[in-house]
C-alpha cells in the first residue's frame, strides 16, 4: 500500500514550464506502475503520461507527446512529471497514480492508490 502527495503546481503563461512531484509518503513504489492523470472541470479524468516500475518504459498521451516527460527515482520514492511548452488546454487539477503491476495502462479505473492532485493552470 502507498500514499501519494503531489506537489509543484501553480499558475504558469503559455510557453512556460512546471515540475511536478509526487512522492510517497507511505510505502515503497519501487514495484508499481506509476501514471500521471489530469482533470479539467466538467471534464472526466483522462490519462497523460506512465512509467514502468524501473522507468524503463514510458508511454504519453498524444496531446502531451513531445511536450511532457515522466520520470522516477525509486530511491526517493519520487515520481516527476516535466512539463514544457505549455498551452491553456493544460489547465487541469493533476494526480499521481499506482498500480501494482508490471504494464503500463491508461485506464483510470486500473490503478489502485491517488494523490490528492496538484492544480496547474495556465494562462494565455
Known amino acids: 500500500q502507498v500514499q501519494l502527495v503531489e506537489s509543484g503546481g501553480g499558475l504558469v503563461r503559455a510557453g512556460g514550464s512546471l515540475r511536478l512531484s509526487c512522492a510517497a509518503s507511505k510505502g515503497s513504489i519501487s514495484r508499481y506502475t506509476m501514471g500521471w492523470f489530469r482533470q479539467a472541470p466538467g471534464k472526466e479524468r483522462e490519462f497523460v503520461a506512465g512509467?514502468?516500475?524501473?522507468?524503463?518504459?514510458?508511454y504519453y498521451a498524444d496531446s502531451v507527446k513531445g511536450r511532457f516527460t515522466i520520470s522516477r527515482d525509486n530511491t526517493k520514492n519520487t515520481v516527476f512529471l516535466q512539463m514544457n511548452s505549455l498551452k491553456p488546454e493544460d489547465t487541469a487539477a493533476y494526480y499521481c497514480a499506482a498500480v501494482l503491476t508490471y504494464i503500463i495502462t491508461t485506464s483510470r479505473s486500473d490503478y489502485n492508490y491517488w494523490g490528492q492532485g496538484t492544480q496547474v493552470t495556465v494562462s494565455s
Open positions: 512509467s514502468s516500475w524501473s522507468g524503463g518504459r514510458t
